[in-house]
Protein backbone atom coordinates (compact mmCIF):
# COMPACT_ATOMS: atom_id res chain seq x y z
CA UNK A 1 0.00 0.00 0.00
CA UNK A 2 2.90 2.71 0.78
CA UNK A 3 4.34 1.46 -2.49
CA UNK A 4 0.88 2.34 -4.09
CA UNK A 5 0.82 5.62 -2.29
CA UNK A 6 4.35 6.70 -3.49
CA UNK A 7 3.51 5.58 -7.05
CA UNK A 8 0.57 7.94 -6.86
CA UNK A 9 2.51 11.00 -5.61
CA UNK A 10 4.22 11.72 -8.56
CA UNK A 11 1.90 10.94 -11.03
CA UNK A 12 1.06 13.49 -13.41
CA UNK A 13 -3.15 13.07 -13.49
CA UNK A 14 -3.31 13.82 -9.47
CA UNK A 15 -2.99 11.59 -6.12
CA UNK A 16 -7.15 10.73 -6.07
CA UNK A 17 -7.07 9.59 -9.40
CA UNK A 18 -3.60 7.48 -9.91
CA UNK A 19 -4.59 6.00 -6.19
CA UNK A 20 -7.59 4.79 -7.68
CA UNK A 21 -6.19 3.43 -11.21
CA UNK A 22 -3.62 1.77 -9.18
CA UNK A 23 -5.63 0.37 -6.84
CA UNK A 24 -7.87 -0.70 -9.38
CA UNK A 25 -4.70 -2.46 -11.30
CA UNK A 26 -4.35 -4.30 -7.67
CA UNK A 27 -7.97 -5.65 -7.43
CA UNK A 28 -7.31 -7.01 -11.00
CA UNK A 29 -4.02 -8.58 -10.66
CA UNK A 30 -5.33 -10.28 -7.31
CA UNK A 31 -8.13 -11.45 -8.76
CA UNK A 32 -6.68 -12.90 -11.67
CA UNK A 33 -3.83 -14.62 -9.33
CA UNK A 34 -6.31 -15.81 -7.41
CA UNK A 35 -8.09 -17.51 -10.81
CA UNK A 36 -4.79 -18.92 -11.54
CA UNK A 37 -4.14 -20.69 -8.42
CA UNK A 38 -7.81 -21.91 -8.30
CA UNK A 39 -7.87 -20.87 -4.75
CA UNK A 40 -11.40 -21.14 -3.12
CA UNK A 41 -12.81 -17.78 -2.32
CA UNK A 42 -14.00 -18.10 1.14
CA UNK A 43 -11.43 -20.16 2.53
CA UNK A 44 -10.42 -20.01 6.44
CA UNK A 45 -6.88 -18.71 5.78
CA UNK A 46 -6.35 -15.51 3.76
CA UNK A 47 -5.62 -15.75 -0.04
CA UNK A 48 -5.88 -12.84 -3.26
CA UNK A 49 -9.92 -13.09 -2.78
CA UNK A 50 -9.38 -11.13 0.33
CA UNK A 51 -6.83 -9.05 -1.37
CA UNK A 52 -9.17 -8.57 -3.80
CA UNK A 53 -11.92 -7.75 -1.86
CA UNK A 54 -9.72 -5.40 0.23
CA UNK A 55 -8.35 -3.75 -2.88
CA UNK A 56 -11.99 -3.06 -4.24
CA UNK A 57 -13.23 -1.16 -1.01
CA UNK A 58 -10.30 0.54 -0.51
CA UNK A 59 -10.60 1.89 -4.64
CA UNK A 60 -14.27 2.31 -3.69
CA UNK A 61 -13.32 4.87 -0.76
CA UNK A 62 -10.58 6.93 -2.44
CA UNK A 63 -12.98 7.00 -5.70
CA UNK A 64 -15.71 7.94 -3.56
CA UNK A 65 -13.39 10.36 -1.81
CA UNK A 66 -12.08 12.00 -4.40
CA UNK A 67 -15.04 12.98 -5.85
CA UNK A 68 -16.95 14.57 -3.15
CA UNK A 69 -13.76 16.78 -1.94
CA UNK A 70 -13.73 19.77 -4.44
CA UNK A 71 -9.82 20.38 -5.93
CA UNK A 72 -9.23 24.53 -5.89
CA UNK A 73 -6.09 25.36 -7.78
CA UNK A 74 -4.41 28.76 -7.37
CA UNK A 75 -5.96 30.52 -10.12
CA UNK A 76 -9.35 29.76 -8.71
CA UNK A 77 -8.51 31.33 -5.78
CA UNK A 78 -8.00 33.95 -7.35
CA UNK A 79 -11.32 34.42 -8.92
CA UNK A 80 -12.87 33.52 -5.61
CA UNK A 81 -11.32 36.09 -3.54
CA UNK A 82 -12.04 38.51 -6.16
CA UNK A 83 -8.16 39.67 -6.98
CA UNK A 84 -6.49 40.09 -9.91
CA UNK A 85 -3.87 37.96 -11.22
CA UNK A 86 -0.94 37.98 -13.95
CA UNK A 87 0.16 35.07 -15.57
CA UNK A 88 3.58 35.74 -16.23
CA UNK A 89 3.90 32.15 -16.95
CA UNK A 90 1.71 30.29 -18.30
CA UNK A 91 1.40 26.76 -16.38
CA UNK A 92 -1.30 25.29 -18.37
CA UNK A 93 -2.55 26.35 -21.79
CA UNK A 94 -5.61 27.81 -20.48
CA UNK A 95 -4.73 31.86 -21.06
CA UNK A 96 -1.67 32.90 -22.33
CA UNK A 97 1.23 34.48 -20.59
CA UNK A 98 1.40 38.00 -19.77
CA UNK A 99 -2.31 38.49 -19.93
CA UNK A 100 -3.90 40.21 -16.97
CA UNK A 101 -6.55 38.76 -15.80
CA UNK A 102 -9.83 40.16 -13.62
CA UNK A 103 -12.02 38.43 -11.06
Given at each position: ??????????????????????????????????????????????????????????????????????????????????????AALS?????????????
Amino acid sequence: MVILAIFAVFASIGFGRSLVALLWMSTILSAVIGAVRREPPFDTVLNHWDETAAYAALCALVSGLSQTVPSVYPRDLATLCGSYEIAALSPSNSYPGGKILAA
